[in-house]
């Protein structure tokens, strides 16, 4: 592996002007989530990053010593951003069909977004790497507590059940979701309101299938 620069190392003159620090790394990571967002890990590099930047690479290296922690901070503000939008949605203000409804829909208005920084989270091209994995894990573990605990209430299927159902949802609804931000053509595909209205009915079609906590005898 290559050494990395020195960390004193000065901006080079002519590429690009000079910025605070926090400006700059606030810079320097929105050009490496783009980076990211196309190549993935494996193809993105400090490089390129640089360049898209207009920095040296001494520079980059000042403010984040690899490639896998910089990627590592990108991921962690994106897990929190997606489970904000994820939380809005399952607001517990709203009855099990609304906040199926909504999170349905934010899973698609999430997928939607032209940066595809989706892919960040979900196909960065290194899942086997533990502490991505474990990031990656915790969404899926926030949608499919939720799903299991619609399932819980609103029908006689066991906890163990519950779960086993909900992990099988998500699944479907995230695999869903990412054929059509990464595999469809933009200009052709359905828009993501309206596929997200298909896929909701799915989802909720099969949960109102199961024996409902009405019909349970008393």
Not at 29 to 52: G, N, W
Not at 181 to 198: G, I, Q, Y
Request: with cysteine; aromatic share 6%; charged share 30%.
């Amino acid at each position: 592996m290559t050494d990395h620069p020195a960390a004193t190392a000065p901006e080079e003159p002519g590429r690009g002007r000079r910025l605070p620090r926090h400006e700059r790394r606030r810079q320097l990571l929105d050009c490496a989530r783009a980076v990211f967002a196309a190549e993935r890990y494996a193809r993105a590099s400090m490089e390129q990053i640089a360049e898209r930047a207009e920095v040296s690479k001494p520079v980059l290296y000042q403010h984040f010593p690899s490639k896998h922690e910089l990627f590592l901070e990108l991921l962690d503000a994106e897990v929190a951003s997606l489970r904000a939008l994820l939380e809005a949605a399952m607001d517990t203000r709203r009855d099990n069909r609304e906040r199926v409804r909504a999170t349905v829909a934010a899973v698609f208005e999430y997928m939607a977004s032209p940066e595809r920084t989706h892919r960040l989270i979900f196909d960065s091209g290194i899942d086997g790497d533990p502490e991505v994995r474990m990031r990656s894990e915790a969404v899926h573990r926030l949608l499919s507590s939720e799903v299991a605990r619609t399932i819980r209430a609103d029908t006689t299927v066991a906890e163990a059940e519950a779960e086993v159902l909900s992990r099988g949802l998500v699944g479907y609804l995230l695999g869903a979701a990412r054929h059509w931000a990464d595999r469809l053509d933009v200009d052709a595909r359905p828009a993501a309101a309206e596929m997200a209205r298909t896929v909701d009915a799915l989802v909720w079609r099969g949960l109102a299938s199961l024996p409902s906590a009405d019909d349970a005898p008393r």
